[in-house]
């Protein structure tokens, strides 16, 4: 039975490197490898300017119905004096809380051919294979109180609240446990338990909750420590399961590793099987327009999508292995270009993916 994919292509670089996306969905759809039905709607600042919401009731109704929902990114300079309640970024949040996707995935795997491209000595990253597992409906994030507030004196006061569950941290590490029982059985748990009451509960909890998995070997980091560790020798990390912020910052520092924050993908899923599938990066207003964008970290989404929300990891495996064959090609976007390659722009770059589909099989 075809299975519905709603697309939310935001704002910026959003629709151009999503375009490149459902050029893949389109190429594996006419060779009838998936049955897939495409619906659009409206997220962000291009929702705001529509409708003046970042997430309509619609698109939140058409995402709660689809098997899955592919994101670009939002937000973008022309929102910014908006109130945090009307912004883009609103948008998003809403659609993770809205859907319950608690669990990020953030793969951060090195092609070997793009070592180069890498800030880091290529022997620092070479074979590097690290799944961040980010917290996504928690934390500081959605905690309360917070605001901004006047006091007696006149002085603003900023407030933003870090709050965990024990059944919040229990379920996310339940999925790294889970993960990594698939992979190598490492998780190393980032948190700021040397300062910060709620992080201290969070090591609490992991601690418990692994006792149901005596395979897995259970490490804990400060995420001060984990930031540096990550690019001294980040080959150390296996899984690392860590709240909202903390993995927000630690997958955008992940993410160089592998060459570009333009190659990171990532799955929010929740306790059902639907999940949204967006790139790590954002909407990228100083690229947006110019045709330059990598596509590809929204293309390897893709990838996560099918095999974790709609069941087709052959497709998966296939948009893998095209990527790696337009890689292995030579070709660069300008934020992977090294010397030697031919760089390319957004559009050749979808292109290529899609003419190196046919042969990967
Ligand atoms: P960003 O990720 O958009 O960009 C950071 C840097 O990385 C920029 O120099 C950008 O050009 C580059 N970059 C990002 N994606 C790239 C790609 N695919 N190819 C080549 N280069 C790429 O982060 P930012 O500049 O801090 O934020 C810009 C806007 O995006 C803000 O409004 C922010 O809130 C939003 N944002 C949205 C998401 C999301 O939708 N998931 C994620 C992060 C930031
Ligand atoms: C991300 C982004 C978002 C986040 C913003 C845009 C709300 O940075 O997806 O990593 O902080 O989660
Ligand atoms: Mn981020």
Not at 6 to 28: H, N, Q, R, S, Y
Not at 137 to 157: K, M, V
Not at 232 to 252: C, E, H, W, Y
Not at 315 to 332: K, P
Request: negative net charge; proline residues 5%; charged residues 20%.
């Amino acid at each position: 039975m075809s299975k519905n994919i709603l697309v939310v292509a935001g704002d910026g670089i959003g629709p151009e490197i999503v375009a490149e996306a459902i050029k893949v969905i389109d190429a594996l759809q006419a060779e009838g490898a998936i049955d897939v039905q495409l619906h659009h709607a409206l997220v962000g600042g291009a929702a705001y300017d529509e409708f003046g919401d970042p997430l309509p009731e619609s698109t939140l109704t058409a995402a709660k119905a689809a098997d899955a929902v592919l994101l670009g990114a939002v937000g973008g300079p022309k929102w910014e004096p908006l109130p945090i309640a009307k912004r883009p970024e609103k948008g998003l949040l809403g659609l993770r809380a809205g859907l319950e996707l608690f669990a990020n995935l953030r793969p951060a795997i090195l092609y070997p051919q793009l070592a180069d491209a890498s800030t880091l000595k290529p022997e620092i990253v070479a074979g590097l294979d690290l799944m961040i597992v980010r917290e996504l409906t928690g934390d500081i994030y959605f905690g309360q109180p917070r605001g901004i507030e006047t006091l007696p004196s006149g002085e603003r006061r900023g407030i933003n609240t870090m709050v965990y569950t024990e059944s919040e941290v229990e379920r996310i590490c339940r999925v790294a446990f889970e993960i990594a029982m698939k992979r190598n059985k490492q998780v190393c748990s980032v948190d700021k338990a040397n300062v910060l009451e709620c992080t201290e509960m969070w090591r609490e909890v992991a601690i418990k909750t692994a006792a149901n998995y005596p395979e897995i070997t259970l490490t804990h980091m400060y995420v001060d420590n984990a930031a540096m560790q990550l690019v001294r020798a980040p080959k150390q990390f296996d899984v690392m399961v860590t709240g909202n912020i903390f993995g927000d910052i630690l997958s955008d520092c992940a993410s160089m590793l592998t060459g570009s924050i333009g190659m990171l993908p990532s799955a929010s899923l929740g306790a059902s099987g639907q999940g949204m599938y967006e790139p790590i990066h954002g909407s990228a207003p100083d690229i947006a327009g110019r045709g330059i964008a990598n596509p590809l970290a929204t293309i390897l989404s893709v990838a996560m999508m099918l095999r974790y929300s709609l069941g087709a990891p052959d497709a998966a495996a296939r948009i893998e292995t095209a990527v790696s064959a337009v890689l292995d090609q030579g070709l660069r976007t300008a934020d992977i270009m090294s010397a030697g390659m031919r760089q390319v722009g957004t559009v050749e770059m979808g292109d290529a993916v899609v003419a190196a589909l046919a042969e990967a099989r």
